[in-house]
């Protein structure tokens, strides 16, 4: 790897040069030696220490910058922070040639889909029904009028309430409580 060095209010001395060099060799074996890196050390106001990594390899460019009050731990910080983007890219680059599939679609959803167990019956509501005073015939006589397969009335001689409803055997049920 080709490492470039620019200065800015500081001189750079070679025990900085020998300190990166030595922490590039990692990055320098994950991108198989073809790139080229320009690392760009600053002194600003207040002692604080820049360091802005560019390394342009296969055509693409990852840059990293950090800022601390000592040199030799912005350029580590700034190392690590390229690491991580080589990682991250060489790793897109080999699930694309590889025709992988996106983390999304193989790993499992955390929480599985919540469904209803199909052996359990359920209560639906539908409408709320009058209550009309009638007598049990002339209930069964609505009953046969309508789609409804029973029909909840209030018996009008006696004041209580039932329900009538269609038997299987063509018959109808009386329920009086």
Known sequence: MKIEYTGRNFTISPA??????????KLDTLLNGASQAHVILTVGRHHRHVAEIVVNWHERSLT???DTTDMYASALQAIDKIN????KLKGKI???SHHAKPAKAVAPSPLPPVEPEKDTP???RSRRYSIKPMTPEEAVLSVQESADQFL???DSETDRIGVI???KDGNYGLIEP
């Open 16 to 25: 900085i040069k020998k300190h990166i060099n030595d922490h590039f060799k």
């Open 64 to 66: 990293s910058k950090a």
């Open 84 to 87: 991580k983007q080589a990682i």
């Open 94 to 96: 080999i699930d694309r």
């Open 122 to 124: 359920r209560i639906i």
């Open 152 to 154: 909840v009335f209030r």
């Open 165 to 167: 409803y269609k038997r």
